[in-house]
């Protein structure tokens, strides 16, 4: 028998043997280096929920794995909470936890370890070592016994587990010895608490040096590290995660690497040293000439273009792809090696699609990039701090080519190097509520519940100043009073789960019933910002992506909270105070 189904057939037995502790008496040796509410708990074989449901309480947010369905849905039943998102996953890979692109103060492992295999422990704990926040701790409670054949247990021990914590960076801060608290004889418990000295990857030293340090004949190397970096912060959902790497779709790469360096070539900023024999950088070809009058904002996941356009830009984008593989990824090696850090595996060139749409199958025909799991994490967590350092040399690199030929390079390189992201442009919501009124359908704000006049505003579910998306996803029809309310502030968990009706509501109206083309489109966005973890969501799925999202960029950027006034599902009157709406 495997544990996932001794615990689906005994899931009732079980649920109540464990809700008859109370979480202060199993873990009372953790109360005192529990991180500060609002911090991110992964709580590995949740069980009942009853440790997940005690965070909850507490004001942290929780991610619960439990890979046996029938105790997943005693967990949900008993502890419902929207700090708490369930997910069927499991030791040592942690795939679907892997993708949501998150790390975690605490991360809990209770009545687990003995449930992994001798094998597999150094991969589990090295998974777990990767999700872990610099100052985070992994807790993990050791049953100290014979072990149950029957339920797939194995032996256990401090010093095994104190041994394999070393090889990942890992040191053993605590070790808590306490009795069985079921009273079964011949069993104890030990309770190991590990943490990072550092962050444990090693991928910071990495990037610093080959940003400040590493020898650069050109700004490619800047620019593809920069393109990762991006895609990591804003297209985490095209990638596609393996045990030791990132594979991101190469299309995409070289997307973002024309998005970047238009404007540059367009603005003639040097981009290598002006002494060099053919000094136009080797992408600049007829087919990148030909697309001047295409905006970088244009070039992005749903675009449509077709004819000579078409044709140019699939021509360039192959070109690109082929110059970073000979170029900045050959060059970007580990320290004191001649390895490179990333590998790009080339597709065979196809024809050009007509239309050409830029959708996930284009973009993945271009090969793969795969970016090391230790850097892919470090660029998408700090970011927000790699991102300045990149642009700044970036600029040091074009003044150093320019000299005093053009004296305002700074000035004009800042500007043209912001991220060329679409405007603060809501159109396209505010279309779909004039189409839904000319059809005689009510608009609501998804906050308030309150039906909409003439004087709304489209609000950005997550704050367009602080993470750009004008996807149609992240666009809400909002009262003008409450959308002034929220302003640059982070909607709340518990408000996000509340306005889920509404929110899908305006969805089904407003995208994803005006026809197949407008469906794809939306479902194609937010399959590539959002960690969605299926390959045909529902709207469901994607509400479900937007709180674990929330609860990165609540991380990642300390916005502060926003919590609006309960949600009032759709067509119920509201009392404003001067009308009924």
Not at 276 to 305: H, K, Y
């Amino acid at each position: 028998m495997t544990p996932i189904s001794h615990y689906e057939q005994n899931a009732a037995r079980l649920v109540t043997q464990y809700e008859s502790l109370a979480f202060e008496d199993v873990h009372m040796s953790l109360l005192d280096l529990l991180p500060g509410p609002g911090a991110t708990i992964l709580d590995v074989g949740a069980g009942s929920g009853r440790d997940a449901a005690w965070f909850a309480l507490h004001g942290y947010d929780v991610v619960a794995v439990e890979p046996s369905d029938a105790m997943r849905a005693h967990g949900r039943a008993l502890h419902p909470s929207a700090r708490i998102h369930w997910l069927s996953d499991s030791l040592p890979e942690l795939a679907q936890v892997s993708r949501l692109g998150l790390t975690f103060d605490l991360i809990l492992l209770s009545a687990v370890w003995m449930h992994v295999a001798p094998a597999s422990r150094a991969r589990a704990l090295r998974k777990l070592a990767t999700m872990l926040s610099p100052s985070g701790r992994i807790a993990i409670s050791l049953r100290l016994g014979e072990p149950d054949a029957a339920r797939a247990m194995h032996e256990v021990s401090l010093h095994e587990l104190s041994s394999l914590s070393q090889q990942f960076g890992l040191r053993l801060i605590r070790a808590t010895d306490s009795a069985d608290r079921l009273g079964r004889g011949g069993l104890s418990w030990t309770t190991a608490v590990l943490g990072l000295p550092d962050d444990g990857l090693g991928a910071l030293p990495l990037l610093r040096h080959l940003v400040l340090v590493d020898e650069k004949s050109s700004t490619y190397k800047i620019a593809l590290l920069r393109i990762l970096a991006r895609i990591a912060d804003t297209a985490g959902g095209s990638a596609r995660h393996e045990s030791d790497y990132v594979a991101i779709p190469m299309g995409m790469v070289a997307l973002f690497w024309m998005r970047m360096y238009k404007p540059l070539i367009e603005n003639a900023l040097p981009q290598m040293p002006i002494s060099r024999v053919g000094t136009r950088p080797g992408f600049v070809t007829d087919s990148f000439n030909a697309l001047r009058l295409i905006n970088p904002s244009e070039l992005r996941v749903g675009a449509v273009f077709g004819g000579d356009t078409a044709r140019h830009l699939h021509r360039s984008l192959s070109e690109i792809s082929q110059l970073i593989r000979l170029m900045p990824a050959k060059y970007l090696r580990w320290p004191a090696s001649d390895q490179s850090i990333f590998d790009i595996r080339s597709s065979r060139r196809t024809s050009t699609p007509s239309p050409l749409a830029i959708d996930t199958p284009f973009l993945w025909s271009f090969g793969e990039l795969r970016v090391p799991l230790q850097i892919w994490q470090a660029l998408t967590r700090y970011n927000v701090w790699i991102e300045p350092v990149l642009i700044a040399e970036w600029i040091r690199l074009m003044e150093g080519y320019a000299g005093n030929g053009q004296p305002n390079v700074r000035q004009l390189a800042h500007s043209l190097l912001a991220w060329a992201d679409p405007e603060r442009d809501t159109r396209i919501a505010r279309e779909a509520v004039a189409r839904m009124r000319a059809a005689g359908k009510a608009v609501y704000c998804v906050w308030s519940g309150q039906r909409l006049r003439d004087d709304y505003d489209i609000d950005h579910c997550f704050p367009f100043a602080a993470w750009p998306c004008g996807d149609a996803w992240n666009l809400m029809p909002a009262s003008r009073q409450i959308n002034n309310q929220k302003s640059n502030r982070l909607v709340t968990q518990g408000a996000l789960e509340r306005a889920s009706d509404t929110i899908t509501h305006w969805w089904e109206g407003a995208f994803l019933t005006g026809g197949d083309d407008a469906r794809s489109r939306f479902f194609l966005e937010a399959g590539q910002t959002l960690p969605l973890l299926i390959e045909r969501p529902t709207a469901a799925d994607i509400i479900d992506a937007m709180k674990v999202h929330r609860i990165r960029l609540a991380k990642d950027q300390g916005l502060r909270p926003w919590e609006p006034a309960p949600a009032i599902k759709p067509g119920t009157p509201v009392q404003t105070g001067l009308q009924q709406a």
